[in-house]
C-alpha cells in the first residue's frame, strides 16, 4: 500500500491527490507507532475474522507532550440494561469492560460531556476509568451550557461537577461545548466572565488544555480562529469524506484553516453518526468490491487517519465489535493511496444522491415538546432506504412485501403517537440540530411518503 505525507493545506483538487508534497512517510515525529503486534481477542466484524493488536496502537503527539491514542473513545452512546422498574439505566459493567478492553489495547482518549446518556455519561466515565492509574488515560470533556441557565454561576458549578464525576483533580482537555453563532458564544461565555474562569482554572493545573466544539457557520468558525484572542490548543470539528466538500464551512476548510494555525484536530462523526458504516447498498458494494476483508466502517477511519494534523478519532463504540474492528483500524494506520481517496470520493457522490437525513442520533433536539422520538424516525427511514427496501413503485414485484416490512417497522421502532404526523412545525428543535437539518420539513416529507404507502389499503 502507498504510503505519503500530508502537507499543511489542501485545495479540493488535493483531495484527490493526496495529503502531501513529496513522497511519502508514515512515521514522523507527530506520529509513534508499535511495528510489533501481540495479538489479543478474536472476534469477528461484518463476516471478517482476524487478531487484535495488542501493541500496534497509532499515536499523536500534542504540543503539550501528551502521546495521544488516534483512535479517542467517544462516551455519548454507552450500552444501557433495565433497572428493576424497567428504567432505562447506563450498564456499567459493560462500560467497564469496554474502557478496560480499550486501554488494554491501546486507547487512552475519552470524551464525555455534563448531558451525554441523559446525564450519565461522565459518572459511568469516571467510574470506568477510576478503576486505572490516572497517567493510562486522558479525559476530555465540555461546558454544555447550551439550554437555559448560563450564569457564571451555574457555568462553575457544571465544570466543578464534572471533576467530581470524573473522580480526578483536573481534566486533560476540556472544550466550550456545541459552539454555533457568535451571539450564544458572547452569551455563553464571554459576557458571564466563564471563559475567563475556564482560563484560570488551566493557570491553576485544573484543565490542561483548553478548546472547543464547533457547529456553526464559516463566519463565525473564522471569527473564533481569527479575533477571540484566545490561544486555543486544540479544536474538535465534524469531519469524514462526505462532509469534506459538503457544508458552509466544509470540513476541507475547516481542517485547513486550523492546520495553518497549528492547532490540533480532534474529529468528531468519523462516521456521520453511524451512517458511513450502513451506506445504500450499492455504495457499500464499491467499498466491498476493493476490500472485501475490511469492515465499511474502517475506511471512513482510515480516512480522517490520513491527516497528519487529526490528533485523534473518535468512535462512540457501545459494541465490543466495534472497538475490536476501530483498534484493528488503527494498529496500525494503513494511510489511504491515491486511488483510495477518489474511490471515496465517488462513494461520496453515491451516497449523497440518496434522500438520507443526515441524523446522527445526537439527540440534541429531544425532548421535543409534542412528544416525537425524531432520531427514530430518522434511523427507520435511512435504514430502509440504505437497505434497499423502501417501498417505491407499486409495479415492483416485491412491493407489497416492502410495503408492509417498513410500515410494520416503523411502528416497532417508533410508537404511533411519537411519528412525523404529530410535528406540528414549532422548530423548537432545529437551533439545537448540529447538522443543521430542517427538522420540520423533514418531519413533513416523510409523513407524506408514511401516509401515501398507508393509502394503498394493503394493510
Known sequence: MEESKEKNGLSR??????????????????????????????????????????????????????????????????????????????????????????IEHGVNYFDTAPVYCRGGSEKATGIALSRHPRNK???????????????????????????????????????LHNLGTKEAYNKRFIENGLLDYLIEQKKNGRIRNLGWSFHGQKEFFDFMLDEAAVSWDFIQIQMNYVDWERGNPTAEYMYNRLTEKNIPVVIMEPLLGGSLATMNYQAMAMLKEREPQLSVASW???????????????????????????????????????????????????????????????????????????????KHYNRCLNEGTMPQNELDADYREQRRAFLIGLDRTVPRMRQ??????????????????????EMQRIDKFVQMVKGDGLI
Open 13 to 102: 483538487r488535493g483531495f484527490l491527490k493526496r495529503l502531501g508534497a513529496g513522497a511519502a512517510v508514515v512515521a514522523s515525529s507527530s506520529l509513534l507507532g508499535c511495528s510489533d503486534k501481540k495479538t489479543g481477542v478474536k472476534y469477528v466484524a461484518e463476516g471478517v475474522g482476524g487478531d487484535v493488536p495488542t501493541d500496534a496502537m497509532e499515536y499523536r503527539m500534542h504540543p503539550c507532550g501528551d502521546k495521544v491514542s488516534l483512535l479517542g473513545y467517544g462516551m455519548m452512546r454507552l450500552p444501557m440494561t433495565k433497572d428493576e422498574a424497567g428504567n432505562d439505566i447506563i450498564n456499567q459493567q459493560r462500560v467497564n469492560e469496554l474502557v478496560d478492553y480499550a
Open 137 to 175: 488515560y486522558l479525559i476530555a470533556t465540555k461546558l454544555s451550557n447550551m439550554r437555559g441557565n448560563t450564569t457564571l454561576e451555574f457555568g462553575k458549578e457544571m465544570f466543578n461537577n464534572s471533576l467530581k464525576e470524573l473522580q480526578v483533580d483536573y481534566i486533560d482537555y476540556m472544550l
Open 300 to 378: 471512513a477511519f482510515r480516512f480522517v487517519g490520513s491527516f497528519k494534523n487529526v490528533l485523534t478519532a473518535l468512535s462512540g463504540m457501545t459494541y465490543m465489535e466495534h472497538l475490536q474492528d476501530n483498534i484493528r483500524t488503527y494498529s496500525p494506520l494503513q494511510w489511504l493511496s491515491d486511488e483510495e481517496f477518489a474511490l471515496l470520493s465517488d462513494v461520496a457522490k453515491r451516497k449523497m444522491s440518496f434522500q438520507n437525513v443526515d441524523c446522527t442520533d445526537c439527540k440534541y433536539c429531544m425532548p421535543c415538546p409534542y412528544g416525537l422520538d425524531i432520531p427514530s424516525i430518522f
Open 420 to 441: 412525523a404526523d404529530k410535528c406540528v412545525g414549532c422548530r423548537e428543535c432545529e437551533p439545537h440540530c448540529p447538522q443543521r437539518i430542517k427538522i420540520s420539513k
